[in-house]
């Protein structure tokens, strides 16, 4: 008998999680014998449950919800040893895992990709030896102030919140020593942020890293080396061109592992929230996850 497992955040996507329950659970019916309904009440529940559909031999696990439900349900699932095969359901206000997946911003058509999904390995990330993440890690004092945001700036402006309070930060902005050890290469200098990716899509702009793919066992690693106006202004076009890589304001490289450090205080942010304090180390988990994506 095969059986799923659907986890749902009541509170993500305003609320939206509980009204679509019916069709999701009737959806995954196509496929499976036993639906089983959790909901998240709190911190790390959703990482709970994963663990839980992977202990009780679950065949699928679905998350209903925004970009830190799914976090948690990816640190529930990594390095377990064969999982569930992994799906959701974005209510987020980013949703970068999705974009970069195919996976439909609208729910009920992202509900309909469960009934007859294909199935990807796709790759996660590991940091500092306990954490996982599935999209992005930024360094900088432009990447903190995702902190700021606020769910009322989210629900107002969406993704647009995130540039409201990176622009505030802009104004105060002053370049730190970084220091990055990647596949037995160094990179020394001063940067303004540092962005580490796995997925094309960063804070909703699916051009960002137009090169990475979802599976190709690489980080994609952006540093900003100067900030000003005129040179922002320069790199909005490569930026929505996907040439980002190639503007000479860039440091651009790929790397399955590296370790960063610096000799000021930093935090590094881990799919937008709040992370650990540098130094860090940080790999590549190739094909870790099998991932319900739309048919080709």
Excluded: C
């Excluded at 959806?27 to 911190?43: N, P, S």
């Excluded at 647009?160 to 309070?165: G, P, S």
């Excluded at 962005?195 to 540093?223: K, M, P, Q, R």
């Amino acid at each position: 008998m095969t059986k799923a497992m659907l986890v749902i955040n009541p509170s993500s996507g305003q609320e939206k999680g509980i009204s679509f329950e019916e069709e999701a659970v009737e959806a995954l019916k196509k496929r499976h014998q036993e639906v089983t309904v959790k909901y998240t009440e709190g911190e790390n529940d959703a990482h709970h449950f994963a663990e839980q559909a992977w202990e009780e031999r679950y065949d699928t696990l679905v998350a209903m919800g925004g970009d830190g439900t799914i976090n948690e349900s990816i640190n529930g699932l990594a390095e377990k040893g064969n999982p569930p095969d992994f799906g959701f359901v974005p209510l987020g206000t980013v949703n970068d895992f999705a974009r970069a997946l195919g996976i439909p911003m609208k729910e009920k058509e992202a509900i309909r990709l469960l009934e007859d999904p294909e199935v990807k390995p796709v790759d996660i990330g590991k940091i500092a030896g306990e954490r996982y993440f599935m999209n992005v890690l930024a360094v900088g004092a432009i990447a903190e102030a995702t902190y700021r945001v606020s769910p009322e700036q989210k629900s107002k402006f969406g993704s647009l919140a995130y540039l409201i309070e990176g622009a505030r930060a802009f104004k105060e902005e002053t370049p730190f020593p970084l220091e990055i050890t990647y596949d037995g290469n160094e990179w020394k200098g001063e940067a303004y942020l540092m962005l580490v990716a796995l997925t094309n899509s960063v804070g909703g702009i699916e051009s960002f890293a137009e090169h990475a793919e979802v599976n190709d066992g690489a980080f994609h690693i952006f540093i900003l080396k100067e900030l000003s106006l005129p040179k922002v202004a320069a790199l909005i076009p490569d930026l929505f061109k996907g040439e980002l890589k190639s503007n000479e304001q860039i440091e651009y490289f790929k790397a399955s592992e590296l370790s960063v450090d610096s000799k000021e205080e930093l935090v590094v942010n881990i799919d937008g929230d709040e992370g650990v304090p540098l130094p860090f180390e940080a790999s590549v988990l190739h094909n870790e996850l099998n991932v319900f994506v739309p048919k080709q």
